[in-house]
């Protein structure tokens, strides 16, 4: 539960909600593992707290909202409020956050409603460079309706591919590649950023091929959604004595979007693939184009594993 004092202990925490939505997402994590070893009590009992999340969606507002210890909403609610339920955040940008279960986010929010809201996100976060503008410091968006500089956003472009509209995915992923991040010293990352660990690097390396999935290989069959790739011609070493190469014909600043995909000559009607399908190695090749083509990759969305 939601307390004022800034503390987290026995009683509640300052940061409930982003710490709640943090958990679901970890428990569904540890489900998976043990869903993998056969041990199922544990996995209902994960998945069960994987859903955590739905105590706190506010199906009026349609945001997730922080409780007190009674059960009831917080009041005083400002959805673009940082600290208050919400470390390096807010509401709007934390509702995001179930990367565990897409499907049921939009569902509880509309698939309409979802789209719509998600792109207006866009829409408003693109004038203000996708985060805190120019303003320096590493928290410099956390008021934002959208913030690439800090790791609970950086899910949240690659969600149209589960609401039907993955040319929204390629729209958005090339923006932000080309607008938030930058080869001079004050913009490298972005103007105001928290790179911890690498990750906002690493996004940008895993956007410019075109490939992401939003739970971080959780899944007990992982996939890897395709996006955007940047490059004419990338070769990826897997490890196992296998090459990809992601190869793409008509691909330019203003072609962002894919017209079709194949793999090793196979056509691709999804807008995924499982990872070990990848795994194998060969050619996944894109045809680019400056137009969305709305008839693919929307056959089957990414599964929302349970």
């Not at 503390?7 to 940061?15: A, N, Q």
């Amino acid at each position: 539960p939601f307390i004022e004092q800034d503390k987290t202990d026995g009683t509640g925490s300052r940061f409930s909600a982003s710490h709640t939505l943090e958990y679901s997402f970890s428990a569904f994590a540890a489900a998976q593992m043990a869903k993998s070893l056969g041990k199922m009590d544990d996995y209902e009992m994960f998945i069960k707290k994987s859903n955590g999340w739905r105590m706190l969606f506010n199906k009026e507002s349609k945001l997730i909202h922080p409780k007190t210890t009674d059960g009831s909403f917080i009041g005083k609610f400002d959805p673009l409020q940082p600290w208050r339920g919400f470390q390096e955040g807010n509401a709007v940008q934390y509702t995001f956050y179930v990367p565990q279960n897409p499907a049921g986010l939009i569902a509880e929010i509309g698939k309409d409603e979802f789209n719509n809201r998600l792109d207006n996100i866009f829409l408003t976060a693109q004038k203000n460079g996708f985060g805190g503008g120019k303003e320096i410091d590493a928290f410099a968006g956390i008021k934002s309706n959208y913030n690439h500089g800090n790791q609970p956003n950086l899910h949240v472009s690659w969600l149209f591919n589960f609401s039907g509209k993955p040319w929204l995915t390629q729209k958005w992923t090339r923006a932000i590649s080309n607008e938030f991040y930058g080869t001079e010293n004050i913009h490298g990352y972005g103007y105001g950023q928290d790179e911890d660990q690498g990750q906002l690097g690493s996004w940008y390396v895993m956007a410019s091929l075109g490939l992401f999935d939003v739970k971080g290989f959780t899944d007990l069959r992982p996939i890897i959604e395709l996006g955007s790739p940047m490059f004419d011609k990338a070769e990826i070493h897997l490890g196992n004595q296998k090459k990809l190469t992601i190869l793409t014909t008509n691909n330019s600043a203003e072609n962002v979007y894919v017209q079709s995909a194949t793999l090793n000559g196979k056509q691709l009607d999804n807008c995924w693939l499982y990872r070990d399908e990848l795994m194998k190695g060969g050619k996944l090749q894109f045809v680019m184009g400056n137009q969305p083509n709305e008839n693919w990759g929307i056959k089957n969305p990414p599964p929302s594993t349970q």
